[in-house]
């Protein structure tokens, strides 16, 4: 079964606009963290945002932030006024282990493009 | 920059061969993974090193070996190369399990 899951093999969106990714993950862990990373198509991983399972607040990162919904195991990026440069990949990813074993585990991918 | 170094950034070998990558993590950070990206895989955890011990195994496969040196750095070793292992190879590293930083990947072209 998949443990993370992005629905949104693509997306097109108005510059200026507000976008949001969806992520949904399963786990029984109950402590884990979410991540989000950009890959531009120079294909670096850039990372974005973190909320860690026991964070009482949604994280926040400029223009990121992370609509963290516990109960529904969703974590979705939000980008506020997008940009051009915010046409990449969007890679959702989470860390599951104890005992310094952090794999990430990541999903398939957003296809994020920010039309001018 | 990042602060994890990979080299080489480019690597066009042909089957059968056997190439290493290399990886130095950002200062300070104990613990080494090596990940995998394909077009049919997309992005998967191949190997965790923490402090020069192996910590944990993914989908990595017997033809596949790495290793972390005492000054931290690790390389990741592929031999009997097949078309099918063409892909970007990233290297990241940690402290902790908040903050992960990645290299810059080294794209493999096996022909």
């Known amino acids: 079964a998949q443990k993370i899951t992005q629905t949104q093999p693509g997306m097109f969106v108005q510059e200026k606009e507000a976008v949001t990714l969806d992520c949904t993950y399963d786990?029984?862990?109950?402590?884990?963290?979410l991540f989000w990373y950009k890959q531009p198509s120079s294909g670096e991983m850039i990372f974005l945002i973190y909320?860690?399972?026991?964070d009482q607040q949604n994280a926040t990162e400029g223009r990121y932030s992370l609509n963290f919904q516990k109960a529904r195991k969703s974590a979705n990026l939000v980008i506020s006024a997008s940009q051009l440069g915010d046409s990449a990949m969007y890679f959702c990813?989470?860390?599951?282990?104890?005992?310094?074993?952090?794999?990430?585990?990541w999903g398939a991918g957003t296809k994020l493009i920010i039309k001018p | 920059d990042s602060g994890v170094t990979q080299t080489p950034k480019h690597l066009i070998t042909a089957t059968g061969q056997r190439v290493t990558l290399r990886c130095s993590p950002r200062?300070?950070?104990?613990?080494v993974y090596w990940y995998q990206q394909s077009l049919d895989q997309g992005l998967q955890f191949l190997i965790q090193?923490?402090?020069?011990?192996?910590?944990a195994k993914g989908n990595i496969l017997e033809r596949f070996s790495a290793q972390q040196f005492p000054d931290l750095h690790s390389e990741l070793n592929l031999s009997s190369l097949e078309l099918g292992d063409s892909a970007l190879y990233f290297c990241?590293?940690?402290?902790?399990?908040?903050?992960?930083?990645f290299g810059s990947g080294t794209r493999l072209t096996v022909v």
């Open positions: 990241a590293s940690s402290v902790g399990d908040r903050v992960y930083t």
């Open positions: 200062s300070g950070d104990l613990s």
């Open positions: 090193y923490y402090n020069g011990e192996e910590r």
């Open positions: 786990t029984s862990d109950p402590s884990y963290g």
């Open positions: 909320q860690g399972s026991y």
């Open positions: 990813a989470m860390r599951e282990g104890k005992d310094s074993n952090y794999q990430l585990i």
